[in-house]
């Protein structure tokens, strides 16, 4: 799908990609002093390149904390 943080933050610049709805169904947080995870489980409707598309999807992200702000160093997302 996409290759980069640059591809992904683009396809929403864009328009390619447009987020129309998101439901949060769960979310597990997890902290260890400057590094963190996050896991969320949400119900997505979206528009990709003009084709309507729904979807229940996961949601990982590994944060670090840099100068006491938290940043996201990798993320994924996979079809639940």
């Not at 992904?8 to 439901?23: H, K």
């Not at 979206?46 to 904390?65: D, E, K």
């Amino acid at each position: 799908m996409f290759t980069t943080k640059e591809d992904d933050l683009e396809s929403y610049r864009s328009g390619a990609l447009r987020i129309t709805n998101l439901v949060e169904e769960s979310l597990d947080v997890q902290e260890d002093g400057e590094t963190g995870v996050t896991r969320t489980v949400a119900a997505v409707d979206a528009v990709q390149g003009g084709a309507v598309m729904s979807a229940r999807l996961r949601y990982t992200r590994l944060w670090v904390r840099e100068d006491g702000n938290w940043r996201v160093l990798a993320a994924t997302f996979v079809p639940v």
